[in-house]
């Protein structure tokens, strides 16, 4: 049922649609926020990397200085030098040792005096530097040697690993820094690995020294991002989050709105989707079409023919009733008006109002309108008016009802008998039919009291001197017993469903003159 029936939750774009909306600012926020992260952890990797480099570049001059400064000292006696050797390192802060090479082999050390170590130009990236694991003195533990030659003469002058890993863990504390030498690479950690150093995840930098051949690698791992985005934009993402929260509401209750009943009932009067169906009235002795209830019906797109109790109750407490109603006249006109040739002069037409139709004047237009498709005195107007809202004596309503009925429209009672105003109707308005409910014509052969009421009803009309209508005649004892009655007009399926404008126009067409009417109208299909 397109008004009231909740479909079981399907995932249609309804249903995504919010969460693609409210996603969509957070996920361009996130982006964005993340480019930014990128660009300010790149330029703090490249700003750490540099330092590093040049930590490392003024270590290494110490480094050079000293050996540079015993460069003319190899080659003589380890005695001689030796002095010097240990004033290299007591004046250069960096300079743990300082040594003498000839002929490949180191014979004089600033810690040992003489000694005898074979120097191997190949361990020197570009013959100059050395990242090693460790030595004789101090195993295990990392070692940077700086090399200067001169022929088969040579210094060289080393530092402590620690004075490295100190560069890499004070410049950088949140950074995975590594200083490269050769194939040889030192870490946080104080190791000297072999082989390439691992790819930082984030702000990845690698940067040479322009004067040493080592080079500085640095970065952040993964995680880095997600802490930055916690600790530095936390009311940025609060608020991206509230906009995505705020702009998936807005787009759920867009959507619900435009989706609400009131909406979809705009929507199928736009689209002209409500149609008449049209039931005809009989009249007493001859059984001939005196007549014809104009029955709405909502031809919905995907629901198919759709009940009118299932949409009018919504119409009516929506105040939509009256557009609605407006709309199936005009349909209804331009539907029979063609073939008013066909209809007997005086023809009824009854259409449902509902008290709506009383709070203002404009139902006189439309019956104005609706009449003025036909020849004079070929439709008789009848406005069938329920119980279901409330109507009151008000002086727009009286006047309402004195000016229709000026313009020879007239009124009944539909549903009589059934509601609680039904006698203050008939006293305060100027009623020309009663139209008595299925429910007592049902009854008919049924109990003694409930065919009492009915009998009451019938005579009710005749003192007043009004018209009277049965609805729901089924059977044939019940349409004879209303004839026995008098009962001027009867309606029903033992004469006629209603049917759409076509079908009960070729009916018009093919039986004019028709006692009875068979029973060739398919029962209508409608959704429930
Ligand atoms: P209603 O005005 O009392 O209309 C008579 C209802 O009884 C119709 O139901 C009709 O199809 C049904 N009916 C006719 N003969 C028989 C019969 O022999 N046996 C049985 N069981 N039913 C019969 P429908 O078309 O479903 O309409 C239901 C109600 O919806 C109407 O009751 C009327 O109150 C309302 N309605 C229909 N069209 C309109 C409209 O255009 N405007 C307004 N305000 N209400 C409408
Ligand atoms: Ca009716
Ligand atoms: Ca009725």
């Known amino acids: 049922m397109p008004l009231t029936v909740k479909r079981p939750a399907r995932w249609s774009w309804r249903t995504l649609l ?14 964005v926020m993340n480019w930014q992260i990128e660009r ?14 040049e930590y490392v570049d003024h270590i290494l001059d110490n480094l050079a200085n000293a050996a ?17 050797l240990r004033s290299q390192v007591t004046r250069n802060a960096f300079v743990r040792s300082t040594n003498l090479v000839q002929q490949h082999t180191l014979y004089c050390s600033s810690l040992f005096g003489d000694f005898d170590e074979p120097v191997d130009g190949n361990d020197y990236t570009d013959g100059r530097l050395w990242l090693m694991d460790g030595n004789s003195v ?5 070692l940077l040697v700086y090399r200067t030659s001169d022929g088969d003469r040579g210094a060289i002058s080393t530092v402590d690993g620690d004075h490295l890993l100190t560069a890499l863990r004070l410049i950088g504390p949140e950074e995975a820094l590594q200083i490269r030498v050769g194939s040889a690479w030192l870490g946080k950690d104080g190791v000297v690995h072999d082989g390439t150093p691992p790819l930082a995840a984030a702000a990845d930098v690698t940067l040479g020294s322009t004067r040493y051949p080592f080079s500085v690698h640095g970065g952040y791992e993964a995680s880095k991002k997600g802490e930055v985005l916690r600790s530095h934009y936390p009311a940025l993402l609060s608020l991206l989050l509230v906009l995505g929260v705020v702009a998936g509401c807005a787009c759920r209750w867009q959507i619900r709105r435009a989706s609400s009943p009131r909406a979809e009932l705009r929507r199928a009067l736009e689209a002209d989707e409500f149609l008449p169906y049209f039931q005809p009235v009989v009249r007493k002795g001859d059984y001939r079409w005196a007549g014809a209830e104009v029955l709405m019906r909502w031809n919905h797109p995907r629901e198919g023919l759709v009940r009118p109790d299932l949409f009018i109750p919504y119409a009516e407490h929506s105040g939509q009733i009256v557009a609605m109603t407006r709309a199936l006249m005009l349909h209804t006109a331009q539907s029979l008006a063609p073939y008013a040739a066909l209809l007997e002069d005086g023809f009824h037409i009854g259409i449902n109002i509902t008290a709506d139709h009383c709070r203002d004047l404009s139902l006189l237009d439309d019956c104005r309108t609706f009449l003025q498709h036909f020849p004079p005195g070929r439709v008789r107007l009848t406005l069938e008016l329920t119980e279901r809202k409330l109507l009151e004596a008000t002086p727009v309503a009286l006047e309402l009802f004195a000016k229709l009925h000026d313009m020879g429209v007239m009124i009944a009672l539909d549903d009589f008998g059934t509601g609680q105003s039904s006698l203050n109707y008939l006293r305060q308005f100027k009623v020309d039919y009663l139209k008595i409910d299925q429910s007592f014509v049902a009854m008919i052969g049924g109990d003694a009291l409930s065919q009492h009421i009915l009998d009451s009803i019938i005579e009710l009309s005749g003192k007043l001197g009004l018209g009277i209508v049965a609805e729901g005649v089924e059977t044939e004892v019940q349409r004879d017993y209303l004839a026995d009655f008098g009962v001027d007009f009867q309606q029903g399926y033992l004469f006629a469903r209603p049917m759409p404008a076509d079908a009960f126009l070729s009916a018009l067409a093919t039986r004019p003159g028709v006692t009875r009417l068979p029973q060739d109208a398919p029962p209508e299909i409608m959704r429930d």
């Open 68 to 84: 540079q400064a015993l460069l003319p000292l190899a080659g003589s006696p380890c005695a001689d030098a030796q002095l010097a």
């Open 138 to 142: 101090t195993p295990g533990h990392a």
């Open 40 to 53: 300010e952890l790149r330029a703090t990797s490249q700003a750490t990397t540099r330092q590093v480099v």
């Open 18 to 31: 919010p969460w693609i909306v409210g996603v969509v600012p957070l996920a361009c926020g996130l982006v």
